[in-house]
Protein backbone atom coordinates (compact mmCIF):
# COMPACT_ATOMS: atom_id res chain seq x y z
CA UNK A 1 0.00 0.00 0.00
CA UNK A 2 0.88 3.41 -0.51
CA UNK A 3 0.64 6.28 1.62
CA UNK A 4 0.61 9.69 0.63
CA UNK A 5 -0.99 12.69 2.99
CA UNK A 6 -1.00 16.30 2.93
CA UNK A 7 -2.48 18.68 5.38
CA UNK A 8 -3.74 21.73 5.36
CA UNK A 9 -6.72 22.66 7.77
CA UNK A 10 -9.35 21.08 8.80
CA UNK A 11 -11.11 20.49 5.99
CA UNK A 12 -7.74 19.46 4.41
CA UNK A 13 -7.05 16.82 7.40
CA UNK A 14 -10.62 15.53 6.92
CA UNK A 15 -10.11 15.01 2.54
CA UNK A 16 -6.86 13.37 3.12
CA UNK A 17 -8.70 10.88 5.90
CA UNK A 18 -11.12 9.96 3.62
CA UNK A 19 -8.99 9.26 0.42
CA UNK A 20 -6.26 7.42 2.71
CA UNK A 21 -9.76 5.39 4.00
CA UNK A 22 -11.23 4.62 0.63
CA UNK A 23 -7.68 3.12 -0.27
CA UNK A 24 -7.59 -0.01 2.67
CA UNK A 25 -8.36 -3.04 1.56
CA UNK A 26 -12.26 -4.18 2.24
CA UNK A 27 -12.16 -5.68 5.78
CA UNK A 28 -12.28 -2.00 6.71
CA UNK A 29 -10.15 -1.39 9.79
CA UNK A 30 -10.65 2.02 11.84
CA UNK A 31 -8.57 3.31 14.57
CA UNK A 32 -8.68 7.03 16.35
CA UNK A 33 -6.34 9.13 17.74
CA UNK A 34 -8.83 11.94 19.93
CA UNK A 35 -8.83 13.76 22.53
CA UNK A 36 -11.98 14.89 24.83
CA UNK A 37 -10.12 18.06 26.43
CA UNK A 38 -12.51 21.12 24.87
CA UNK A 39 -9.46 23.33 24.03
CA UNK A 40 -7.80 20.88 21.83
CA UNK A 41 -8.87 22.29 18.35
CA UNK A 42 -7.95 26.24 19.60
CA UNK A 43 -4.31 24.30 20.00
CA UNK A 44 -4.18 22.78 16.41
CA UNK A 45 -5.58 25.85 14.89
CA UNK A 46 -5.70 28.70 17.27
CA UNK A 47 -7.91 32.07 17.34
CA UNK A 48 -8.36 35.22 16.52
CA UNK A 49 -6.48 35.70 19.67
CA UNK A 50 -3.63 32.98 19.86
CA UNK A 51 -1.87 31.54 16.91
CA UNK A 52 -1.44 27.90 16.70
CA UNK A 53 0.30 25.42 17.88
CA UNK A 54 -0.33 22.04 16.39
CA UNK A 55 0.29 19.02 17.44
CA UNK A 56 -1.90 16.35 15.49
CA UNK A 57 -0.97 17.62 11.97
CA UNK A 58 2.86 17.37 11.90
CA UNK A 59 2.24 13.75 14.42
CA UNK A 60 0.59 12.47 10.95
CA UNK A 61 2.91 14.03 8.61
CA UNK A 62 6.03 12.66 10.65
CA UNK A 63 4.18 9.18 10.61
CA UNK A 64 3.42 9.05 6.87
CA UNK A 65 6.40 10.92 5.12
CA UNK A 66 9.03 8.62 7.56
CA UNK A 67 8.18 5.19 6.07
CA UNK A 68 6.77 4.74 9.24
CA UNK A 69 3.28 3.33 8.09
CA UNK A 70 4.73 0.79 5.25
CA UNK A 71 7.06 -0.32 7.63
CA UNK A 72 4.46 -0.94 10.33
CA UNK A 73 1.90 -2.75 7.57
CA UNK A 74 4.87 -4.01 6.25
CA UNK A 75 5.50 -6.15 9.65
CA UNK A 76 2.28 -6.39 11.36
CA UNK A 77 0.43 -9.95 11.62
CA UNK A 78 -2.50 -8.63 10.04
CA UNK A 79 -4.15 -5.27 9.22
CA UNK A 80 -5.96 -4.91 12.56
CA UNK A 81 -2.85 -4.98 14.09
CA UNK A 82 -1.21 -2.87 11.87
CA UNK A 83 -3.68 -0.46 11.92
CA UNK A 84 -3.25 -0.10 15.84
CA UNK A 85 0.35 0.35 15.69
CA UNK A 86 0.10 3.07 13.43
CA UNK A 87 -2.63 5.11 15.50
CA UNK A 88 -0.20 4.44 18.95
CA UNK A 89 2.81 5.95 16.92
CA UNK A 90 0.58 8.91 15.45
CA UNK A 91 -0.54 9.08 19.43
CA UNK A 92 2.61 9.21 20.95
CA UNK A 93 3.67 11.05 18.20
CA UNK A 94 0.63 14.04 18.95
CA UNK A 95 2.06 13.87 22.53
CA UNK A 96 5.54 14.93 21.67
CA UNK A 97 3.69 17.79 19.80
CA UNK A 98 1.54 18.66 22.12
CA UNK A 99 2.76 21.86 23.85
CA UNK A 100 3.36 21.68 27.21
CA UNK A 101 1.55 24.68 29.09
CA UNK A 102 -2.08 23.26 28.30
CA UNK A 103 -3.13 21.60 30.97
CA UNK A 104 -3.86 18.12 29.99
CA UNK A 105 -3.98 18.06 26.59
CA UNK A 106 -0.86 15.85 26.42
CA UNK A 107 -2.27 13.24 28.95
CA UNK A 108 -5.83 13.28 27.12
CA UNK A 109 -4.24 12.03 23.94
CA UNK A 110 -5.54 8.41 23.06
CA UNK A 111 -6.23 5.84 20.52
CA UNK A 112 -9.88 3.98 20.18
CA UNK A 113 -10.72 1.31 17.79
CA UNK A 114 -13.81 2.66 15.73
CA UNK A 115 -14.74 -0.40 13.85
Do not use: C
Not at 14 to 34: D, F, R, T
Not at 99 to 112: A, F, H, N, Q, Y
Amino acid sequence: MDFDLEIRGMKGLQNELEEWESSLPNGEVVWAVKTEVHYAIYQEFGTSHHPPQPYMRPAVQRISQSGEIQRILGDADNLDDGIQEIAMEVRDEAKDFAPVRTGRLRDSIETEKVK
